[in-house]
T-cell receptor, first 111, second 114 residues
Framework: DQQVKQNSPSLSVQEGRISILNCDYTNSMFDYFLWYKKYPAEGPTFLISISSIKDKNEDGRFTVFLNKSAKHLSLHIVPSQPGDSAVYFCAASFGNEKLTFGTGTRLTIIP | NAGVTQTPKFQVLKTGQSMTLQCAQDMNHEYMSWYRQDPGMGLRLIHYSVGAGITDQGEVPNGYNVSRSTTEDFPLRLLSAAPSQTSVYFC?????????????FGPGTRLTVL
C-alpha cells in the first residue's frame, strides 16, 4: 500500500525552463511534506518542506505547492539548471516524524 | 565535521551470512534511523532510535537488529542474510525526532546477497 506516490519515474526538461515534479498521497493524516534531492552514490539531501497549514512555500528557485483537497503536492524549479539533474523524492509525515517516501522521479536537465 | 558516515560502501554476502553495517555521526544528534532503498519502492524505514539506549521498529524491521549504546553510533545487524535484503541502505540522523526536515543522510551501503 503505497501511501505516497510519484507516478512519473522520469522527466526531461530543457535548461532554463520550468521543471514540475508531482506527488500524490492517500493518508489524510499527513501534515508535513518534504522534498529530497539525491545524486548518484550520495544520500538524499533535504530540499524544501511545507506544512499542511500552508499551500505554498518558496525557497529561491524552488517552490512547493500543496493541494490538500486533492492530496497532491508539486515541486516547481525555475529556471532549471544542469545541476538540478538528480532523483527527487517527496515524503510525508505526521508532525515531521517518521517519513514515508515516494518512489522518486529522475529529473534530467537538457543543456 | 564528517556528518554521517557509513561503512562499508559495498558488500557482497552469501545467503545465511551475518554482518553489521556501521553508521556514525559527529553532530550530537539524538535521532538516528536506517532506511533501505529498493527500485520502485522509495526509501523505507527499517529501525530508528530517539536516543542512546532507545530503539524502535520502522516499516520493514524483519531480519534486522539495531542497538544504540552511544549517541554517535547506530549499527544495523543482518542476522542471516537473504536475497530479499539486497538493497541500498542509508543511515540518517537529525537533532530530534521532529526534525526530519534537517535529517542528514549518509552516502549509503550497497549490499548484494547471493
Amino acid at each position: 500500500d503505497q501511501q505516497v506516490k510519484q507516478n512519473s519515474p522520469s522527466l526531461s526538461v530543457q535548461e532554463g525552463r520550468i521543471s514540475i515534479l508531482n506527488c500524490d498521497y492517500t493518508n489524510s493524516m499527513f501534515d508535513y511534506f518534504l522534498w529530497y534531492k539525491k545524486y548518484p552514490a550520495e544520500g538524499p539531501t533535504f530540499l524544501i518542506s511545507i506544512s499542511s497549514i500552508k499551500d505554498k512555500n518558496e525557497d529561491g528557485r524552488f517552490t512547493v505547492f500543496l493541494n490538500k483537497s486533492a492530496k497532491h503536492l508539486s515541486l516547481h524549479i525555475v529556471p532549471s539548471q544542469p545541476g538540478d539533474s538528480a532523483v527527487y523524492f517527496c515524503a510525508a509525515s505526521f508532525g515531521n516524524e517518521k517519513l514515508t517516501f515516494g518512489t522518486g522521479t529522475r529529473l534530467t536537465i537538457i543543456p | 565535521n564528517a556528518g554521517v558516515t557509513q561503512t562499508p560502501k559495498f558488500q557482497v554476502l552469501k545467503t545465511g551470512q551475518s554482518m553489521t553495517l556501521q553508521c556514525a555521526q559527529d553532530m550530537n544528534h539524538e535521532y538516528m534511523s536506517w532506511y533501505r532503498q529498493d527500485p520502485g519502492m522509495g526509501l523505507r524505514l527499517i529501525h530508528y532510535s530517539v536516543g542512546a539506549g532507545i530503539t524502535d521498529q520502522g516499516e520493514v524491521p524483519n531480519g534486522y537488529n539495531v542497538s544504540r549504546s552511544t549517541t554517535e553510533d547506530f549499527p544495523l545487524r543482518l542476522l542471516s542474510a537473504a536475497p530479499s535484503q539486497t538493497s541500498v541502505y542509508f543511515c540518517a540522523s537529525s537533532y530530534d525526532r521532529t526534525s526530519t526536515d534537517t535529517q542528514y543522510f549518509g552516502p549509503g551501503t550497497r549490499l548484494t546477497v547471493l
